[in-house]
């Protein structure tokens, strides 16, 4: 039963253009969402937050947008640079504790 | 300042044996959380410790376990090895709750169960 899904494992962007990463959830418990990077042989690092009492966080060229009726959120890159090339990870937890539900990943091609 | 550390990165072990895993955290980080990555199902918890205490349980059998040391220092043990236990095996540090925002993953230890 997974509770975090991110349904597509790929992405192809061109470099400058938007990217879009989606997530969807199913425990409505859920109340912080996370996004996280991952490089090939590293640790995921935390890119960017977002509280369920607010629909949308922004850092930089980082945008989380949260969809609390349809339990959707997405990651907007832009613009996208190659460097952004990794596998994403949206993460939900409850009363923002440390017990994380992760989605599958989705990896980001960024193409020069 | 340092990272977190894991050893061993590489680890092949046979079903039916043993293994133990380390987790150095960052210094001052208190929390210490374990994750397993397989292809296609992301990351799942395994279990959090805190100040020496388990804090959080993930959905996985009594063959996985844990501990935390004094010096916050973490390692996990899985008994009677499965072929499926084969993963990634992440562990976090953070200075106590953050709702993962304060979340430092090491580059953890990749198991290989033959």
């Known amino acids: 039963d997974q509770q975090v899904k991110q349904n597509s494992p790929s992405l192809s962007v061109q470099e400058g253009r938007i990217s879009i990463l989606n997530c969807d959830y199913t425990?409505?418990?859920?109340?912080?969402f996370l996004w996280y990077k991952k490089y090939p042989a590293e640790g995921p690092t935390f890119l960017i937050s977002i509280s369920s009492i607010k629909d949308k966080n922004e850092d930089g060229r980082f945008t989380v947008f949260l969809n609390k009726s349809a339990k959707h959120l997405s990651l907007h890159i832009v613009p996208s640079q190659p460097g952004d090339s990794a596998v994403y990870f949206c993460?939900?937890?409850?009363?923002?504790?440390?017990?994380?539900?992760f989605g599958g990943g989705t990896r980001l091609m960024v193409k020069p | 300042k340092a990272g977190v550390t894991q050893t061993p990165r590489y680890l092949i072990k046979t079903r039916g044996q043993q293994v133990t895993l380390s987790c150095s955290p960052i210094?001052?980080?208190?929390?210490v959380s374990w994750y397993q990555q397989t292809p296609g199902q992301g990351l799942q918890f395994l279990f959090e410790y805190f100040s020496e205490t388990q804090r959080n349980k993930g959905n996985f059998p009594g063959r996985f376990s844990g501990r935390q040391f004094s010096n916050s220092r973490s390692e996990m043990n899985v008994s009677t090895l499965e072929l499926g236990d084969s993963a990634l095996y992440l562990c976090?540090?953070?200075?106590?709750?953050?709702?993962?925002?304060?979340?430092?993953f090491g580059s953890g230890t990749r198991l290989t169960v033959v």
């Open positions: 976090a540090s953070s200075l106590g709750q953050t709702g993962g925002r304060g979340y430092t």
């Open positions: 425990n409505s418990m859920f109340d912080y």
């Open positions: 210094s001052g980080h208190r929390s």
């Open positions: 993460a939900a937890s409850v009363n923002a504790g440390n017990m994380l539900t």
